[in-house]
């Protein structure tokens, strides 16, 4: 009887080992990636501008989320520094990264920004930018024309990913 309590013990233990170190529910892919923009002028070496850290992990290839970071450098941070961390989460339909939440904030010229997008169907429904534009200097931008536009994070996720673009044969809105 002892035998037997022993065996069912070793069992329901190397049963919960086994769970507790898979996951059962989704395959998720995580990658990291740091690129490093660069512009090359005329007379001047290729000068290395800004770099962009990212981590994107995505579940069963159908919801996504990616952590960024972006950075300055060289010249172009002493004239127009910037530093900031993002998230954008989505959907994936038909190989297409959809946006439903994008948050960034940065620091741009010692200046403290933030910016907030909801999606749902295509639409934003929430925006919220932290200081608040002076719309009279802005022009002026009706709802209907942000529909089915994506954030800038998406779409730099996407010209990035060579499998999702489509061969270029489509135009996104941002």
Known sequence: M???????????????ILLASCNLYADTFKEEKKYILSVKLPLISKISVMQISTKLSNTDNEKYELNFNVKTLNLIDYISSVNGDGYVSGSINNNIYIPDIYKYDYVRKS?????????LNGKIIEEKFTPEFDKNKLTP??????????????????LVDLSRINQCTESIKI
């Open 141 to 158: 931008i009706l709802n209907k024309q942000k529909d089915n536009t994506i954030d800038p994070a998406t779409l730099f996720l996407r």
């Open 111 to 119: 200046k403290k920004k933030s910016v907030s997008l909801k999606y």
């Open 2 to 16: 002892k035998k037997n309590k022993m065996k069912v013990i070793k069992f329901f233990l190397f049963t919960g």
